[in-house]
């Protein structure tokens, strides 16, 4: 990495659930490691995110985008990283768009290439794909030739890199690695793409290695998009994110808490259930954990289990719900556990929503001009 005026920005895409900030902590962790400064940009539709919280517990600087995508406020992306670059002086941005979000290509990268060159180099634009989902639920859907809005968003999002990952391979065996990789390239035949485990490790290594090439990417032109479709497809998930404190006399078990919550949230939402994330804060730590087509994972784990008297909750929820079912059902759910353990809530923030058609404040397409 030899570009040391400017840092390297590296985007992490992927529908939602698909480990985007699992592997953006693994990535940050394993470049501070390695004494490369690196801060990363979250992105939401709402505030009170748990991926913000997550990366400042982990020690990494974070700034936060509420309230809309990259593209729809990328005044205020400019902003954050011309920000984190007085303060931070990074050599390496990791930025996590919202996992609804695509077109970044048009809507973020060229305008920031055509405009903003000065901020930052772009090193990558990376895709992630969830492993299971690629050999069960995507493989059920028509991305090949997309018909219902939420294909046309998920076919668009991996047709719009050059550079795919398949997650998760942890879960995976052998066999079902290899087929995801073959559907992943029948989608894109021309992209490249590596599998990788947040969890164990595999794979991170040739990550590593895009993220910190010395050399800037070249910007092909994007897929086209039906902004109809794609509005569509984001007004059919609600989203909630809530945070509250959790005052426990008798104690409070964050793994078993964590585990109430999110089996709470897939047996009230079954398959609409799109992607569940809780974080505890405590004492001992923190600890993440989500629910992803129907499964629950760790991502980061307490120093200890001790049962603890305050904690701090983190919630958020996509699902294809309604949002005041949504708010409803995650207040109930928070209710019940502290009935159970005797505690009570405090400084309960939350909100439910749909997100709004997106309105990039730049589209550019390199074919027709057109902005």
């Excluded at 992209?191 to 485990?197: D, G, L, M, P, W």
């Excluded at 353990?341 to 589209?363: E, K, L, N, T, W």
Aim: glycine letters at 10%.
């Amino acid at each position: 990495m030899s570009d040391t005026n400017r840092p390297a920005l590296v985007l992490l895409g992927g529908f939602l659930g698909s480990g985007k900030t699992t592997l953006m902590m693994r990535i940050g962790e394993e470049l501070s490691s390695r004494g490369i400064a690196t801060a990363v940009i979250t992105n939401d539709q709402g505030e009170n995110l748990v991926d913000t919280a997550h990366a400042r517990e982990r020690g990494l600087a974070a700034a936060e985008i509420p309230g809309g995508c990259f593209c729809c406020k990328f005044g205020d992306f400019v902003t954050h990283l011309s920000e984190i670059r007085r303060t931070v002086a990074p050599r390496v941005i990791l930025a996590e768009p919202v996992g609804s979000c695509t077109d970044l290509t048009a809507t973020v990268l060229t305008p920031l290439s055509l405009y903003h060159s000065g901020l930052a180099r772009l090193a990558a634009y990376i895709v992630l794909a969830d492993g299971p989902r690629l050999i069960g639920e995507y493989r059920r859907m028509n991305l090949g030739a997309p018909v219902t809005p939420r294909e046309v968003l998920i076919a668009h999002q991996i047709c719009d890199a050059r550079r795919l990952v398949v997650t998760k391979t942890d879960l995976l065996t052998p066999e079902e690695v290899a087929d995801a990789v073959g559907f992943l390239r029948g989608l894109s035949p021309d992209a490249q793409i590596v599998t990788c485990s947040a969890v164990s490790g595999e794979g991170i290594e040739p990550l590593i290695e895009w993220v910190t090439t010395d050399d800037e990417i070249e910007l092909s032109d994007s897929p086209d998009l039906d902004y109809d479709v794609y509005a569509a497809a984001e007004a059919e998930m609600g989203w909630y994110n809530g945070r509250a404190t959790i005052t426990a006399p008798a104690g409070l078990r964050i793994d078993d808490a964590t585990t109430d919550l999110l089996l709470g949230l897939k047996a009230e939402f079954g398959a609409n259930l799109i992607h569940g994330k809780v974080l505890f804060v405590c004492e001992y730590g923190s600890l993440k954990a989500g629910v992803v087509d129907g499964r629950i994972g760790i991502d980061s784990g307490l120093s200890s289990t001790n049962p603890v008297t305050e904690a701090g909750l983190t919630v958020n929820v996509r699902a294809a719900a309604a949002p005041r079912e949504i708010d409803a059902t995650v207040g109930r759910l928070i209710d019940e556990l502290c009935d159970r353990v005797g505690a009570s809530v405090s400084d309960y923030m939350h909100r439910a929503i749909v997100p709004g058609r997106p309105v990039p404040q730049h589209r550019i397409r390199r074919n027709d001009g057109s902005t």
